[in-house]
């Protein structure tokens, strides 16, 4: 029975802690504003089943380090150095996302998700795996993909529809704008959010753009301050707790329905064509443009479609031919030969 009982508790990228009834699992990648490496899937997926099999783990808490972010997703720097390079490894990573975000779901006990800072990308999507969602009144949500080069469909194109409506989920999707704290409140992304910024010592009730950039940054006597976000955690802990653990789990079962059904209806397709979209132009310039700190060309891309150029491969079609060595399949972008130097006339 060790199998079933062995606990772990040293970690590379997380952090994992049990106290009174409670798991705490915590992103601990702030140098990353805590976006998950492919390695840290894998510890997430250990850490989850590990609560879940845990008959003294009552309530999972997930939570990222620090007050910056609670998750931003995968890290593209990651994406651009070694997916970008091998697209079919994509797919392979894929796996180890979507088994991380069954090992929530699939926990039978309820997850909530401490919402320290920013959930952007595969952090909002981690956070609605969850079941109960508390955010400190700093924080945002957003998805990125259209901005990027990929596709939110990691749970965010599956779930968004279900949590706030058609018209909200496609202007999230598409538009890619931030979802502040009591916007996220009011469409049901979230369920409680606390004050989070001090002035001076003394917490300010619904904090302005501009007050929250100055606490971040420890300006003009503001700051940021998680006590009462986690009072409303550790609150929402103990009433969890004195319930009965196999209704809670079927309860948690039956409620996951139409994410369950939207999910494995979609997440198979999405992860063979997020990896083959990986060969393309639109993820080679938006990961890169967002590693070197820089606007991505969007138009450059609609401009070669709209005069009839390849806006799917960087150099042109694979169409054209060598004359002088006979290599085949050259880009049709290419002056000269790839393989012997040739003038392609």
Known sequence: MTTLVAERTEFAEILYEKRDWVARITLNRPQAYNAYSTGTLAELAAAFRQAAFDDQV???????????AFCTGGDVKEYAARYMQAPRDYWKYMGLFSAYIESILNTGKPVIARLNGMAV?????????????????????????TSVGSVAAGGATQWLPLFVGERRARYMLMTNRRIPAYQAL??????????????????????????????????????????????????????????????MRYTKQQTNFWKDLAWHQTIGHARDWLSIHYTSWEPMEGMNA????????????????????????????????????????????????????????
């Open 58 to 68: 009552a309530v999972i808490v997930y939570t990222g380090a620090g007050d910056r």
């Open 121 to 145: 990308g595969g952090g909002n999507e981690s956070h609605l795996a969850c079941d109960l969602s508390v955010m400190a009144e700093h924080a945002y949500v957003g998805q990125v993909g």
């Open 186 to 247: 009011e469409w049901g992304l979230v369920n409680e959010v606390t004050p989070s910024v001090k002035k001076e010592g003394r917490f300010v009730d619904h904090a302005t753009a501009e007050q929250i950039a100055k606490a971040q940054k420890g300006q003009d006597g503001y700051s940021i301050d998680l006590t009462q976000l986690d009072e409303a955690v550790s609150a929402l802990c103990d009433e969890l707790i004195q319930k009965f653990p196999e209704c």
């Open 290 to 345: 967002f590693v070197e700190k820089r606007p991505a060309d969007f138009l450059k891309l609609r401009q070669k479609a709209a005069d009839g150029e390849s806006s799917e491969f960087m150099w042109g079609a694979y169409a054209r031919a060598c004359p002088a060595c006979g290599a085949r399949y050259l880009p049709e972008e290419f002056e000269y030969c790839g393989k012997c130097g040739a003038a392609l006339t």
